[in-house]
């Protein structure tokens, strides 16, 4: 018997096939789109083992924040660095803490030619083999000249992760736990800077420790490659291949069903045919046969969708979320708490707040949703950043602000722009730029974060650090605005549903 092409067809024929069966979970939603109410069955333990290793490429992200705090002081110490090139200029230094800035950049513009084409779970496989070079050049690097190409390598695999682990995660997860599962990507980055302070205070007394702090990665790295060399690829990814007429759709359709089983798990029954093909007929009416171009990009739902997620991450960046933790050890310092003004236990405290913080976000952002998070959290953002702009030019003697400010900030924003940034982005693109799209608002992440941060400090000489946080309030009202009546509600709905009804 010959075999059809045609989407609409082969739903048709396939969907008589498929019946409901019991399951562990049975959430019933109504889609959008037209059809009828189904359920989508999942088992807990499929569902949420999919996430770790992508939430790896989070963790070496946060872990070398974390890291290179204590890495660089080890460096520059005559008596314990171990290296006879240890009198860096101020720029060299630079170049270290910010090379993997720098890397990160080149990965983001390297995914927007290559995301689509290379597919999500390849992508992380990509992103962890650089992580594992990176760390092994950086710990055996025998000059300054290779340490510093150890770590753009390294910040090439941050690049690339932070591109596709929110759509991995996104794309793989039931949309009722969608929500927690992308936010606690934000956990990961987070518990991973806490390890990396631990680490580096655990080995900032050794000869070369500086060495072995860059070499954890390298362990690390293989587990994520390892483990998302096990997972399947995307059932989306591979039904956009198959409408866009990249392959036999038939194949394309059972591997994405087979996919779809590892993912769920055996409470999924026989429900995974049925789901696949919800999809491809959602797709198909979607009109997502074709690649967008750089052109299509700036128009219609994609530029709707770009403006909704660029944006975001913008504000998240822009309202001074670098500067407030590169210096708060600083603002400790000022506040004239001594105790408290050794950066790396400030840093380590910080880390704490901002895990416990992040944890609170991932369980309430599928009850509560994104928005209200946002709202909330930006609101106190705001009010944090007022205090501190007070602090430093009306309430000097009262050093209590400024910490109380400090911790403000740092827990509304793991409430709000932290976790609930990376997942609005990992939701709000359509299928078929979803790789473009993600890949140019890592750009802006990056960007952004790169020039808050060497902003700062000359802002701050010129204005005073008072003004400078007022602007940074003012800027958090701003964003207020655009999250009131650009930000869509995306809780509980599938990703093909959001771009149905917001785009």
């Not at 036999?248 to 590892?262: F, N």
């Not at 299928?431 to 700062?456: Q, Y």
Request: charged residues 15%; proline residues 3%.
């Amino acid at each position: 018997m010959a075999t059809t092409n045609d989407p609409e067809q082969l739903i048709n024929l396939s969907i008589d096939k498929c019946e409901n069966s019991s399951s562990e979970i049975n959430i019933v939603r109504e889609p959008l789109l037209k059809g009828e109410h189904h359920a989508e069955n999942y088992s807990i333990r499929s569902a949420v083992l999919p996430f770790l290793f992508p939430a790896f490429g989070g963790l070496l992200y946060g872990y070398d924040i974390g890291a290179t705090s204590s890495a660089t002081i080890s460096i520059e110490s005559a008596t314990l660095s171990g290296i006879s090139w240890y009198d860096l200029s101020s720029v060299q230094t630079g170049l270290i803490t910010s090379g993997s800035l720098y890397g990160a950049l080149i990965g983001s513009a390297v995914a927007f030619q290559i995301a689509d084409w290379l597919g999500r779970r390849r992508e992380l496989i990509v992103s962890a083999l650089f992580y594992f070079l990176g760390a092994l050049v950086t710990a055996f690097a025998p000059v300054y000249v290779i340490l510093v190409i150890g770590r753009l390598l390294y910040g090439v695999g941050i690049g690339l992760a932070m591109h596709a682990a929110p759509m991995y995660i996104a794309e793989t997860a039931p949309s009722e736990i969608r929500g927690q599962l992308v936010s606690l990507k934000e956990f990961f980055i987070v518990f991973g800077m806490l390890v990396g302070y631990t680490v580096g205070s655990l080995l900032i007394e050794t000869v070369a420790g500086w060495r072995y702090m860059y070499g954890v990665s390298a362990p690390l790295a293989v587990i994520m490659g390892l483990g998302m060399w096990w997972l399947p690829s995307s059932p989306r990814w591979i039904l956009l291949c198959a409408i866009q007429g990249k392959g036999e759709l038939q194949g394309l359709r059972e591997k994405a069903i087979c996919c779809l089983c590892q993912l769920r798990g055996a409470a999924i029954g026989d429900s995974a045919s049925r789901q696949v093909d919800d999809i491809l007929s959602e797709l198909s009416q979607l009109s997502e046969e074709k690649e967008a171009t750089i052109g299509e990009m700036l128009q219609g739902k994609c530029l709707k969708a770009l403006t909704i997620g660029a944006g975001l991450i913008l504000f998240q960046q822009i309202t001074g979320q670098p500067s407030v933790l590169y210096y708060a050890a600083k603002i400790f310092q000022d506040a004239g708490f001594s105790a408290a003004a050794d950066a790396t236990r400030a840093s380590v405290f910080l880390a704490l707040l901002k895990l416990i913080m992040t944890a609170v976000a991932v369980v309430v952002v599928d009850k509560l949703g994104r928005r209200p998070l946002l709202l909330g959290g930006v609101s106190g953002i705001a009010m944090s950043l007022f205090l501190l702009g007070s602090y430093y030019t009306l309430l000097g003697d009262v050093p209590a602000v400024a910490v109380t400010a400090l911790l403000l900030y740092v827990g509304c924003y793991q409430l709000s722009f932290g976790p609930i940034g990376w997942l609005m982005i990992s939701e709000i693109f359509p299928l078929r730029v979803r790789g473009r799209g993600l890949s140019i608002t890592v750009l802006v992440n990056f960007g952004a974060n790169a020039l808050v941060a060497f902003a700062f400090s000359p802002l701050q000489d010129l204005l005073g650090a008072g003004t400078v946080f007022f602007i940074f309030g003012g800027i958090a009202v701003l964003s207020l605005v655009f999250i009131f009546f650009i930000i869509p509600e995306t809780k509980g709905l599938t990703l093909e549903e959001i771009e149905a009804k917001y785009l």
